[in-house]
């Protein structure tokens, strides 16, 4: 029903190409899932209500929407990720990453939707690296992107950098029925910093899946950490990011009761 491919086949092989990729173990497949089906997804992400992205970061490291309750979710995408969270699926993911007794998060904590809109962006980081309320270790990343006819130019590239964060060794076209698979520790830095030029109401728009053990191999402990954000040699400024520089400058200067009478002659205004 959802799957364009043999995924059992499809493990064995890549997993030996998954285990060596640099600069740490990832794969990149395409057209693993039925198209049909994708498509209809894409589609429902416009029919979720706006209350329904529940979180919606502005600030100089994302600028990005996500959705993890899944009543605000059609129903077609409903059974999708319960899917990427089947014992089938999961199997898939454990054998090609060669990461024993995965545990999918049916919370879908910091996964589920997310959503790019023009202007927005997420700056290269190591991800968590605990579930906050299983304390189970995160171990790997599954992203399935959307977007069809993606074109170059308007960014949105997935880069993979390398653990000293000297340069970009990767990067991946968020295209259409494209899955991108990798493992998580505090030093696979990741993300897609450059800001997104894309025309009006179109969107970057991906399924994001996490998976989590039990422990984890000596060599990738570490103390529990939130989201590591790093800096990049990006040049290029976000206008939206340089508005908000502004209003927390001049907020040191103008009184909160003096701004809430601007923001409310604005919002009159408007």
């Known amino acids: 029903m959802f799957l364009n491919k043999d995924i059992k086949k499809l493990a064995l092989d890549n997993k030996l190409t998954y285990q060596n990729n640099i600069p740490f173990p990832h794969i990149v497949l395409d057209s693993v899932f039925d198209p049909k089906t994708l498509t209809e997804i894409h589609q429902g992400f416009s029919l979720i209500e706006n209350n329904g992205w529940n979180y919606k970061k502005v600030d100089e490291n994302e600028i990005k929407m996500a959705s993890n309750i899944d009543s605000f979710w059609p129903d077609n995408i409903q059974s999708f990720l319960r899917y990427l ?37 997420l700056k290269v980081h190591a991800d968590f690296n605990t579930h906050p309320k299983t304390k189970l270790d995160r ?28 340069k970009k060794v990767q990067s991946v076209l968020p295209e259409f029925n494209r899955m991108v698979i990798f493992s998580t ?29 039990n422990g984890r191999p000596d060599e990738e402990k570490n103390m529990a950490h939130s989201t590591l954000f790093q800096k990049t040699n990006e040049k290029e400024t976000n206008p ?3 508005k908000l520089k502004i209003k927390k400058f001049l907020s040191l200067f103008i009184p909160p009761i003096f701004s809430a009478v601007i923001y409310k002659i604005r919002k009159n205004k408007n």
């Open 185 to 213: 520790t505090s030093n696979s830095y990741h993300g897609h910093p450059t800001v997104l030029k894309t025309p009006e109401g179109v969107s970057r728009r991906s399924i994001a899946l996490y998976y989590y053990t």
């Open 85 to 121: 969270n089947s014992q089938e699926f999961v199997s898939f993911v454990s054998e090609i990453s060669g990461i024993p007794n995965l545990i999918p998060d049916p919370d879908f904590i910091g996964g589920g939707l997310h959503q790019i809109l023009k202007g927005g962006m």
């Open 139 to 166: 171990r790997i990343n599954v992203l399935i992107y959307l977007n069809k006819d993606w074109k170059s130019e308007w960014n949105g590239q997935l880069e993979l950098w390398d653990t000293g964060m000297t």
């Open 240 to 242: 939206i990011i340089y």
